[in-house]
């Protein structure tokens, strides 16, 4: 036995950044083809919104980010001369977590997506 010696952990933070540039234009290229031509209809949004989650998600597991849980939220609200504020509160480490965000509005509706690469050790 060595006494108690120190063994140091190759897993010290993420061996590969997460692609915040890559996960934006998922954001924007999902949200566009799904909402480019939709009028809001509340059923018919729910739904959407569940898909462009879906997709989202699936398409950012494919640029396989090792150790990163993601969490894809999507919200589309009715565009009336209203507002609305979103927020989100997590506890994460400010060094390897992060997120990527896309707004998206056309004549009848709004659409926030958010992406959450949470790292986990």
Known sequence: MDGGAAIS????GPSKRFPGAAVDEILRDVVESYLREQRYEPAQCREVAKDIAE??????????IPRYKIVVVTHIGQLDEQSMQ????????????????????????????????????
Do not use: H, Q
């Not at 997709?55 to 396989?64: G, H, P, Y």
């Open 9 to 12: 952990d190759p897993r010290s």
């Open 55 to 64: 997709m989202v998600k699936a398409r950012v597991k494919d640029l396989v």
């Open 86 to 121: 979103i927020g989100s509160r997590c506890l994460w480490d400010p060094v390897s977590d992060t997120f990527s965000s896309y707004v998206f509005k056309n004549t009848s509706l709004f659409a926030v997506a958010n992406v959450y690469g949470v790292y986990f050790e």
